[in-house]
């Protein structure tokens, strides 16, 4: 692997006909480059027992720019778990926080956290998170640098707190609010939110709504404010009634997905697979164990009391169903 190769560069030194400098003599931005391509298993626990440079490295705030750890928040069941984390690495971003990616936030006070903490923040995917319109609104502000935001699967966020990013998130350019079938199956209506969508984002270029309750009009509205859109995503929009000859003479630039789910009945083949291979992992989740002595956010034995699960990383799992995937309305 990678981290044994560096390790062993590390650990043995250069041959002596080799004028190449040592890891532990690069810069530590280039030891974040390098390390952000590793899991985040081996950056928390191996690489900061290498060496004194390396161990800087991943403390500060060189790896953590881009902070993806939608993977594991999938399977972190305890939300103290998730807060934790999220509290620990965006502390050693140390504000140069540009990209995050995490799911399944279960409160108010976590996503102010990382509002708290996005003066550089560019991209922002929190999908499948609990929080709340006032949540939202009351931090909506200091997300005024945001480009990208996913908001897939919040079922609790509606148009106010959709007003609130537009009006302060000027720069926004892709807008992702996906939802569940079954999460709108009681709703009338999204054509607020498209409202609040059309009204407060005329810069977006990518807009996906799959499986809205949206109406024609609601969808009709946001072509005629969002000039800029060259992605449109209305899968599962069954109460849109356009077709693509319409999308072809009106909008010829403008990549359309949708209303209708193409090819349904393979991607349901491929969803049950995935459902199958899902329930029959008998392993259990090993959470990562924290303790509350110093500082908050650090973890016992320098960021872990208990070893990893085998089968954490495994390439089969993958619970991130995609919404082209589920049921046509009937």
Same mark, same amino acid.
């Given at each position: 692997?990678?981290? %044994?190769?560096? $390790?062993?560069? #590390?650990?043995?030194?250069?041959?002596?006909?080799?004028?190449?400098?040592?890891?532990?003599?690069?810069?530590?931005?280039?030891?974040?480059?390098?390390? %952000?391509?590793?899991? !985040? @298993?081996?950056?928390?626990?191996?690489?900061?027992?290498?060496?004194?440079?390396?161990?800087?490295?991943?403390?500060?705030? =060189?790896?953590?720019? #881009?902070?993806?750890?939608?993977?594991?928040?999938?399977?972190?069941?305890?939300? +103290?778990?998730?807060?934790?984390?999220?509290?620990?690495?965006?502390?050693?971003?140390?504000?140069?926080?540009?990209?995050? $990616?995490?799911?399944?936030? @279960?409160?108010?006070?976590?996503?102010? *956290?990382?509002? @708290?903490?996005?003066?550089?923040?560019?991209?922002?995917?929190?999908?499948? %998170?609990?929080?709340?319109?006032?949540?939202?609104?009351?931090?909506?502000?200091? !997300?005024?640098? !945001?480009? *990208? !935001?996913?908001?897939?699967?919040?079922?609790?966020? /509606?148009?106010?707190?959709?007003?609130?990013?537009?009006?302060?998130?000027?720069?926004?350019?892709?807008?992702?609010?996906?939802?569940?079938?079954? +999460?709108?199956?009681?709703?009338?209506?999204?054509?607020?939110?498209? =409202?609040?969508?059309?009204?407060?984002?005329?810069?977006?270029?990518?807009?996906?709504?799959?499986?809205?309750?949206?109406?024609?009009? /609601?969808?009709?509205?946001?072509?005629?404010?969002?000039?800029?859109?060259?992605?449109? #995503?209305?899968?599962?929009?069954?109460?849109?009634?356009?077709?693509?000859?319409?999308?072809?003479?009106? *909008?010829? +630039?403008?990549?359309?997905?949708?209303?209708?789910?193409?090819?349904?009945?393979?991607?349901?083949?491929?969803?049950?697979?995935?459902?199958?291979?899902?329930?029959?992992? /008998? %392993?259990?989740?090993?959470?990562?164990?924290?303790?509350?002595?110093?500082?908050?956010?650090?973890?016992?034995?320098?960021?872990?009391?208990? /070893?990893?699960?085998?089968?954490?990383?495994?390439?089969?799992?993958?619970?991130?169903?995609?919404?082209?995937?589920?049921?046509? $309305?009937?």
């Amino acid at each position: 692997s990678l981290l %044994s190769d560096l $390790s062993t560069v #590390e650990a043995t030194g250069m041959e002596e006909d080799c004028k190449l400098r040592n890891w532990d003599e690069l810069i530590p931005d280039a030891l974040g480059l390098i390390f %952000s391509h590793l899991p !985040l @298993q081996e950056v928390l626990t191996v690489v900061p027992r290498v060496c004194k440079a390396w161990n800087r490295a991943v403390t500060g705030p =060189y790896c953590w720019q #881009e902070i993806d750890i939608e993977l594991w928040s999938n399977r972190c069941h305890q939300s +103290d778990h998730l807060d934790r984390m999220l509290q620990m690495l965006i502390n050693r971003s140390s504000g140069s926080l540009r990209k995050l $990616s995490v799911t399944g936030l @279960q409160n108010d006070s976590i996503f102010s *956290f990382i509002a @708290q903490h996005a003066g550089s923040l560019k991209t922002l995917k929190v999908p499948r %998170s609990c929080l709340s319109n006032p949540g939202v609104v009351n931090v909506a502000e200091k !997300l005024s640098s !945001l480009t *990208f !935001l996913d908001l897939s699967y919040c079922c609790k966020v /509606g148009p106010e707190a959709i007003q609130a990013i537009g009006k302060h998130c000027k720069s926004l350019t892709e807008f992702s609010r996906n939802m569940h079938p079954l +999460d709108v199956a009681s709703v009338v209506s999204h054509d607020d939110e498209a =409202y609040a969508i059309a009204s407060t984002m005329p810069k977006l270029k990518r807009l996906e709504i799959a499986y809205h309750r949206v109406s024609t009009e /609601g969808v009709l509205k946001i072509l005629s404010s969002c000039i800029f859109l060259e992605f449109l #995503e209305l899968r599962g929009c069954w109460d849109v009634q356009l077709d693509n000859k319409f999308f072809k003479e009106k *909008f010829p +630039d403008m990549k359309v997905l949708g209303p209708r789910v193409i090819g349904f009945y393979d991607m349901i083949n491929d969803w049950e697979d995935c459902c199958s291979d899902y329930f029959s992992d /008998g %392993s259990d989740y090993l959470a990562w164990e924290f303790l509350e002595d110093g500082e908050m956010g650090e973890f016992y034995d320098d960021e872990f009391e208990h /070893g990893w699960d085998d089968n954490f990383y495994a390439d089969r799992f993958n619970i991130d169903l995609e919404p082209h995937i589920w049921p046509p $309305s009937p």
